[in-house]
């Protein structure tokens, strides 16, 4: 899944949410505001660890001056320990989701 279908499901949910802080009240709002901002900006980290990683591979095939094997198979860790966190918080968050859907009020 790229990055850009996990943001739109991201953005899914944050839309499903909107009605619910306007109802409960300004402190749960703000309070969703700033998971959903952390969500956003850790979303951003793993697209810059990713771009770094494909910058730093196209650098090692062209031969750039700088990068090494070594540093191009860290920058490509990173970026695959990173997305393998975001991708299991994602599941994580989903499964939470559908849990409370099927509660019954």
């Given at each position: 899944?790229?990055i850009q279908?996990?943001?739109?499901?991201?953005?899914?949910?944050?839309?499903?949410?909107?009605?619910?802080?306007?109802?409960?009240?300004?402190?749960?709002?703000?309070?969703?505001?700033?998971?959903?901002?952390?969500?956003?900006?850790?979303?951003?980290?793993?697209?810059?660890?990713q771009?770094?990683?494909?910058?730093?591979?196209?650098?090692?095939?062209?031969n750039?001056?700088?990068?090494?094997?070594h540093?191009?198979?860290?920058?490509?860790?990173?970026?695959?320990?990173?997305?393998?966190?975001m991708?299991?918080?994602?599941?994580?968050?989903?499964?939470?989701?559908?849990?409370v859907?099927?509660?019954?009020?």
């Open positions: 899944m790229s279908g996990i943001q739109q499901q991201l953005t899914s949910i944050q839309g499903i949410q909107s009605p619910a802080t306007q109802q409960s009240g300004a402190s749960q709002g703000t309070a969703a505001d700033s998971f959903g901002e952390m969500l956003q900006t850790a979303l951003k980290e793993v697209n810059e660890l771009n770094k990683a494909d910058d730093q591979i196209e650098g090692l095939t062209t750039r001056a700088g990068v090494t094997a540093t191009a198979m860290v920058a490509l860790e990173k970026a695959d320990v990173a997305f393998q966190l991708t299991a918080i994602r599941g994580k968050i989903i499964r939470a989701y559908e849990e859907i099927r509660t019954q009020v």
